[in-house]
């Protein structure tokens, strides 16, 4: 297993946000964790990339103990997130947010991944020399993608990437994350839009209030009575 | 009267330029942890004083000005590892008071290494005073002018074309998203306090051989860098640099055509004035933001 979390608990203050997570991610697998606002989702993702401090559990990564990490080192271990809200810096170019994106890799290369990001991003291209801040919501995300991809992650994390978006940017930003998939990179989604998000996962986690409710494959899932009834408005 | 406008505008440009330098310093340590930095008066002062006893103990003057850089510099760096980062858990509040603490315990500090007195730098090109449309200016204004300009030249290539500078950015942007680059939020923050400290040893050695210094010369050349960089937008890079000039043409005006005694207040009343129109100051955030 890439990403193996067992027993993950986290605190803000006096409130449990996270009550013993186990979750796994296998090398090139698509991972998806669905369900409600406050659930904890993000704030598992935050204890994966170490910005979020945990209180019991262990995270692994490649067979590693990272529980106690400085975040640029997970960085440098090949896990990179996007996060909720996407989080791009608004007054920085979009080139330069994507040069930051590598800002671990120390300068390897990184003008041939920029071009890279512009081949599979033209927007970005159109806007380079832009401020982030200046770009739409749907432009943001793709950016916020780009620039993660910017430091070869073998881990890619994705914090609610359809939040806030139309629904056609919605459909573009899945498909770009089925795209990464296809090209074999390692994806935990984290999502509240569970229909999109499961219909895409290999497998599936269902949290609430901080513990994990069910585990199986996307379609299985997606079938589920409970959820159907609990996310899915069916 | 031309003249008479002209020689106040010089000096004021020239102490302006100080005032920039100390803005920038503080606007550099806001961005990276939104703490106003007090003791920001007392690099000024540190410059001053460790190139002034560094000469007189016989040393070169350019190995003087490098070894009081680099000096004030670890003063610097030491303000944040012994006094803010242990209370980076505190409220902003509560470091900004430990700033006003340490800027005393420098002052304190000055006292017993060098003394009370006044020091000064010989002039770095003469004291042959260059004569310009009927005023005249010294040789060391125009190193003082020259010199800040540089600095700023200087700080400007560094956060716009270096990869660290825009980290530096970042982080003051979205703290939390340049932690997911990797960036090391930590080393932005000690970067800050050396930059800031380099930036005030600077203004405080070419300043020297012009207005002397002594160990509480920080205090007000502190209070107008702040004022300096409030004018201008607290954060503001640019704004600092403008808001320093204005400070200082301001009170250099004021000093001629009202009364010198009171200089410190004509460039304090602006300020309120301005900040009463425009709270955010002349160059305060302006929203590019799009959610």
Not at chain 1, 131 to 156: D, E, I, K, Y
Not at chain 1, 198 to 214: N, P, S
Request: charged content about 15%.
């Amino acid at each position: 297993m890439l990403l193996e979390i067992s027993g993950l608990t986290s605190h803000y203050g006096r409130i449990q946000a996270l009550k013993g997570i186990d979750v796994t991610v296998g090398e090139g697998e698509l991972v998806a964790l669905v369900g409600a606002n406050g659930a904890g989702k993000t704030t598992l993702l935050r204890g994966i990339s170490g910005v979020q401090p945990v209180s019991a559990g262990t995270i692994r990564f490649d067979g590693q103990d990272i529980t106690r990490m400085a975040p640029e080192a997970r960085v440098q271990l090949g896990i990179a997130q996007v996060p909720e809200g996407r989080q791009v810096f608004g007054p920085l170019s979009v080139e330069d947010n994507l040069r930051l994106g590598a800002y671990c890799r120390h300068g390897t290369d990184v003008e041939a991944d920029i071009k890279r990001m512009y081949a599979q991003f033209p927007i970005l291209k159109t806007k380079r020399n832009q401020p982030a801040g200046t770009l739409s919501g749907g432009q943001q995300q793709m950016l916020a993608v780009a620039r993660a991809l910017m430091s070869h992650p073998r881990l890619l994390l994705l914090d609610e990437p359809s939040m806030g978006l139309a629904p056609r940017l919605v459909a573009e930003i899945f498909r770009i994350i089925e795209t990464l998939k296809g090209e074999g990179t390692t994806i935990f989604l984290v999502e509240q839009n569970a229909y999109a998000a499961l219909a895409i996962a290999d497998r599936g986690y269902v949290v609430e209030t901080g513990q994990v409710v069910l585990v199986d494959s996307g379609t299985q899932l997606l079938a589920n009575e409970k959820v159907r009834e609990a996310y899915l408005g069916q | 009267m031309f003249a008479e406008f002209l020689q106040y505008l010089l000096s004021g440009i020239t102490v302006g330029a100080i005032y920039a330098l100390a803005g920038l310093g503080f606007a550099i340590i806001y961005n990276s942890s939104h703490v106003i930095n007090f003791a920001q008066g007392e690099f000024i002062m540190i410059g001053g004083m460790a190139t002034s006893s560094l000469v007189a103990a016989g040393l070169p003057m350019w190995a003087a000005v490098l070894l009081a850089v680099l000096i004030t510099m670890l003063v610097g760096v030491a303000l944040e590892y012994f006094a803010v980062k242990p209370a980076r858990n505190a409220d902003v509040v509560t470091i900004i008071i430990i700033t006003i603490g340490a800027s005393i315990f420098l002052r304190g500090m000055a006292q017993i290494i060098w003394d009370k007195e006044s020091h000064s730098l010989p002039a770095f090109s003469g004291e042959t005073p260059i004569h310009l449309m009927g005023a005249t200016i010294v040789p060391q204004s125009l190193w003082v002018i020259g010199v800040s300009f540089l600095a700023i030249l200087v700080l400007g290539w560094f956060f716009n074309r270096t990869l660290f500078g825009k980290a530096m950015l970042a982080t003051a942007y979205n703290r939390l998203a340049a932690q997911l680059m990797g960036i090391r939020v930590k080393r932005v923050l000690t970067a800050s306090f050396g930059m800031s400290a380099i930036l005030g040893a600077i203004g405080g050695i070419v300043v020297t051989p012009i207005t002397y210094t002594n160990y509480e010369a920080g205090v007000m050349l502190g209070l107008k860098g702040f004022s300096a960089a409030v004018l201008g937008g607290l954060g503001n890079g640019m704004g600092a640099v403008v808001g320093g000039l204005i400070v200082g043409v301001a009170e250099s005006l004021g000093a001629g055509y009202i009364s010198s005694a009171y200089k410190d207040a004509i460039a304090f009343v602006i300020i309120l004035f301005v900040l009463f129109f425009m709270p955010s100051g002349l160059f305060g955030k302006r929203g590019t933001e799009r959610v």
